[in-house]
């Protein structure tokens, strides 16, 4: 999973690659406000992990534009 915050804003938004139980792949988002219970989540479906991937560097792209920052996510 990957997580970026917009301190300026005290936003977050997250991405996930998901495999599901027939080796399928998808795309996990979720955003909202830091300080709030509410927020969004979409799913979004592609047909190979390479296409994953490409969609999860083309976010990170554009979080970054957009003034977010990484936040390292401690592994369990």
Not at 8 to 19: F, G, I, P
Not at 40 to 62: C, D, G, N, Y
Request: with cysteine.
């Amino acid at each position: 999973m990957q997580r970026w915050v917009n301190p300026d804003t005290a936003r977050y938004y997250q991405a996930d690659l998901v495999e599901d139980l027939f080796g399928g792949w998808s795309v996990v988002t979720a955003w909202g406000g830091l300080m709030s219970h509410r927020g969004q989540m979409r799913t979004a479906w592609v047909a190979t992990r390479e296409q994953a991937e490409k969609r999860l560097e083309e976010i990170e792209k554009r979080r970054r534009a957009r003034g977010y920052r990484p936040v390292d996510q401690p592994c369990n």
